[in-house]
Nanobody
Framework: VQLVESGGGLVQPGGSLRLSCVAS?????????MAWFRQAPGKEREFVAA????????SYADSVKGRFTISRDNARNTLYLQMSNLKAEDTAVYYC????????????WGQGTQVTVSS
């Protein structure tokens, strides 16, 4: 499986970004719970948000609840993360993978996309 994240960048506090993740490599995207994770410098990778395989349920880390929205388009093998009211502490490399509800991740990870929140 190949996961390619995009959409990151430099944004001011309070700004918004939309991240995308395209899955390929023979994966049947629509049967997997998917999630976003992030890793800040010097910190462990952490869970951000997850979405059920059919989009019927979502889950968020407390730190992003009410500001981030996860969604998916199974026809396009694409996962999204709409981020609003961004804060400096959201600065990290963002990754997508299988996850949420004790779902194990794929062994391979993409390169991630850098999000930097700074004035």
């Amino acid at each position: 499986v190949q996961l390619v994240e995009s959409g990151g960048g430099l944004v001011q506090p309070g700004g918004s970004l939309r991240l995308s993740c395209v899955a390929s490599g023979g994966i049947t995207f629509g049967i997997h719970n998917m999630a976003w994770f992030r890793q800040a410098p010097g910190k462990e990778r952490e869970f951000v948000a997850a979405i059920f395989w059919n989009g019927g349920s979502t889950s968020y880390a407390d730190s992003v609840k009410g500001r981030f929205t996860i969604s998916r388009d199974n026809a396009r093998n694409t996962l999204y993360l709409q981020m609003s009211n961004l804060k400096a502490e959201d600065t990290a490399v963002y990754y997508c993978n299988r996850g949420g509800w004790d779902t194990s991740s794929f062994a391979s990870w993409g390169q991630g996309t850098q999000v930097t929140v700074s004035s």
